[in-house]
């Protein structure tokens, strides 16, 4: 009975893992498309070339 409990354990932990990993996939893709987004507007609103999008 202990076996089947960790080997369930280990699956419901894997899946976890492989969805929380997915998610974060797609967070850091949204976050460089937003990044490229600004970056590319930056370069076409600013005259001097020195304007930035972001504070820091």
């Not at 797609?26 to 005259?47: E, P």
């Amino acid at each position: 009975m202990v076996p089947l409990l960790l080997v369930l354990l280990l699956a419901l932990v894997l899946f976890g893992a492989g969805f929380a990993l997915d998610v974060l996939w797609w967070f850091a893709v949204a976050v460089l498309v937003i990044w490229l987004v600004g970056f590319f507007m930056r370069s076409a609103t600013s005259s001097g070339g020195r304007g930035r999008w972001y504070k820091w």
